[in-house]
């Protein structure tokens, strides 16, 4: 038999949790949402991936922008989709939660007739369940006939393949017609009927997990070790019982009492939010499982990931990637609360990122006082600048039917068109938060920047342009270090990437190298690890060098490094393009006047059709990013 080529397909539950961000009142006084996956399942296979297993889910979404949002999430945390239908019928399930206090969650499941419980027996494919593993079903998935069938149908071919099954009791008694709407936050209720059903699966399975009261469902009695021997007179299963605050069991055998298992304690810290800490908990123990590793190790890594969870905002966006386990477990957190533990946060979010980077080839047209200038000059207007940027777009456009990785910068004042019409395209965008030409720096957003941010879509790439150097009066020193740490903050809590582009040259002339490091040094050390740094074109080698690894010394995780332009004739940026190329951290450029220069001048005096524009500003962007390519191959090449 051919080895696996997954390690676990999981089966059930998909939604789109719309979560309060106030946090400490009523659902009904909430006023803002943040927007996640959930469902235990679609959880749990995200969790799974961020630790390095391939995983799958099966299930339905609905044909609209929540499914569609679903899968492109899946999508880019790695888990396969190829199994995850889309249902015209339905619609996809929405729940919509709060965070009152830190064991309160009030919550609503919107589950009507929802596509996730349209999964039947015809969408399971024993060849497909084959390929894993194991196959994880959840508790929710047994309520009604149609979802039942389909689970069992996964169980039988999974078992019959020599496959392995793992069942999470994922007890919520409102979706087994045991409460009404607003009990959503109820975790049990006794009901003979639960229990006789869910103990016609537990023979089936080779581990199963469940919190106390879901093994008081499952057992059917509220004395918890009664219920774990109950189950046990079913089932020769791992055994995982879920006690908060004290950890886990993990029974292996017969059981006589609390000692009976492997007790796996963990350390008091405080609880931020409970909803999902147990699909985490999850995730973290099939890591070890599959993998073949001891109870101990797989309940370490289990209530690393729930501890994690718990301390965090929303469910799956929350759980660790397989470096941030491996941090917690080498060097753990002295913070109470984890989620104050800067160097931790910034592990997560470094390594967690969704989209991957491999270059950035960008065209730079974020450009504000440079074309009101050339405006005024030929008797323009803004909306003149607005017509020519979406111009600029379409010349962005052209060259990535071509070229992978490519870019754009744009800002929202003068090109608010091609901004919003560029998210229709799979390119990066990149957007201006700096007033530009103004000194000191200031932001173009004003004083509030969470606010301000939070209207941003996600996808952009927030890019602060700073006029900074090592040399600066001690106030104005004080005065940008306290607003970058401030930008850099918000782009953490809104979620959005942050470009760090610093001009630290007078007169048009570059900054001295060590004057650049020195900068970049000083801002790593006063908690600042910029997504991508865009940096003046460094002449040498030596100076790359030292770049790379003050980036990698502090943040060996960072997206990279992009050069910039600085209105360089082309022969200059090639230049630059051969020394920069040989280091792998720096992944592009972001060049624009070079590009747009000469067009946007003879077009704004009329010389210039719409059409020859765009012509000649695809050619010249084309052309930089072949020099790119050449010089990376180059590079390779002599490496080798």
């Not at 019959?160 to 009990?183: C, M, Q, S, T």
């Not at 004395?223 to 007179?233: H, K, P, Y």
């Not at 000692?259 to 973290?284: C, K, Q, T, Y």
């Not at 600042?528 to 060996?556: G, S």
């Amino acid at each position: 038999m051919r080895d696996p080529a997954l390690d676990v397909i999981c089966i059930g539950r998909s939604s789109v949790d719309l979560y309060g961000g106030q946090v400490g009142g009523r659902l009904e006084d909430m006023s803002g949402f943040s927007k996640y996956i959930g469902g235990s399942p679609t959880n749990i296979s995200v969790g799974c991936a961020r630790l390095g297993l391939k995983s799958a889910l099966i299930t339905r979404v609905g044909d609209e922008h929540m499914g569609r949002f679903i899968c492109e999430t899946l999508d880019g945390e790695g888990v396969e989709t190829s199994h995850v239908i889309t249902d015209p019928a339905r619609l996809t399930a929405l729940v919509i939660l709060g965070i009152r206090d830190s064991a309160q969650f009030p919550l609503i499941f919107y589950r009507e007739n929802c596509a996730d419980m349209a999964i039947s027996k015809a969408d399971i494919d024993p060849d497909f369940i084959a390929s894993a593993k194991a196959v994880l079903v959840t508790g929710t998935h047994f309520s009604t006939d149609l979802v039942a069938g389909a689970s069992f149908a996964a169980m039988r071919m999974a078992r019959e393949a020599g496959r392995k099954v793992a069942f999470d009791i994922d007890y919520r008694p409102n979706l087994w017609a045991l409460g009404g709407h607003a009990d959503g936050e109820s975790r049990f209720a006794e009901s003979a009927r639960v229990t006789a059903h869910l103990q016609t699966v537990l023979p089936h399975c080779d581990l199963i997990v469940g919190t106390e009261e879901e093994w008081h469902i499952a057992g059917g009695t509220t004395d918890t070790i009664a219920a774990l021997q109950a189950a046990r007179g079913l089932t020769g299963a791992t055994l995982v019982c879920k006690r908060g605050p004290l950890g886990c069991v993990v029974f292996e055998g017969n059981i006589d009492g609390w000692d009976s298992g492997f007790a796996s304690p963990v350390r008091e810290i405080e609880v931020f939010n409970v909803l999902g800490a147990g699909d985490g908990f999850m995730a973290g123990f099939l890591s070890g499982w599959l993998r073949g590793e001891p109870a101990a190790k797989c309940a370490l890594y289990a209530n690393i990931c729930g501890a994690l969870a718990v301390s965090r905002h929303g469910c799956a966006p929350s759980y660790p990637s397989q470096t941030e386990l491996r941090h917690m477990i080498d060097t753990g957190s002295e913070e109470f609360a984890l989620r104050k533990d800067r160097r931790l946060e910034q592990i997560h979010w470094a390594t967690t990122r969704r989209r991957r980077h491999e270059r950035l080839l960008a065209f730079a047209f974020d450009h504000r006082s440079q074309f009101v200038e050339m405006a005024a000059a030929n008797g323009k207007t803004e909306a003149d600048i607005d017509r020519f940027k979406l111009i600029a777009l379409q010349a962005v456009t052209e060259t990535a039917a071509s070229h992978d990785g490519v870019g754009l910068l744009v800002d929202d004042r003068l090109g608010r068109s091609a901004l919003h019409a560029a998210s229709d395209h799979d390119i990066w965008i990149g957007r201006p938060i700096e007033q530009s030409g103004v000194f000191p720096m200031a932001f173009e957003e004003g004083p509030d920047l969470g606010s301000r941010l939070a209207e941003w879509p996600v996808t952009h790439c927030v890019k602060l342009l700073a006029p900074i150097r090592a040399d600066d009066p001690a106030e104005l020193t004080a005065y940008n270090e306290r607003e970058i740490v401030r930008l850099a903050d918000a782009c953490r809590r809104t979620g959005h990437e942050f470009l760090f582009e610093i001009i630290s040259g007078n007169n048009g002339k570059a900054a001295a190298p060590d004057q650049i490091l020195s900068l970049m040094q000083r801002y790593y050390d006063l908690g600042v690890a910029p997504d991508w740094w865009k940096l003046e074109p460094l002449k040498t080698a030596e100076a790359w060098t030292q770049a790379v690894n003050t980036i990698e010394e502090n943040d060996p995780h960072t997206r990279g490094i992009v050069v910039l332009g600085l209105d360089a004739p082309e022969v200059e940026l090639s230049a630059s393009f051969e020394v920069a190329s040989r280091f792998s951290l720096v992944k592009g450029f972001a060049v624009g006047r070079t590009i747009f220069g000469d067009a946007a001048r003879a077009w704004m005096k009329g010389t210039l059709s719409d059409e020859d524009a765009v012509a000649q500003m695809a050619e010249r962007f084309r052309r930089l990013c072949d020099l790119w390519d050449a010089a990376r191959a180059e590079a390779r090449r002599n490496a080798a």
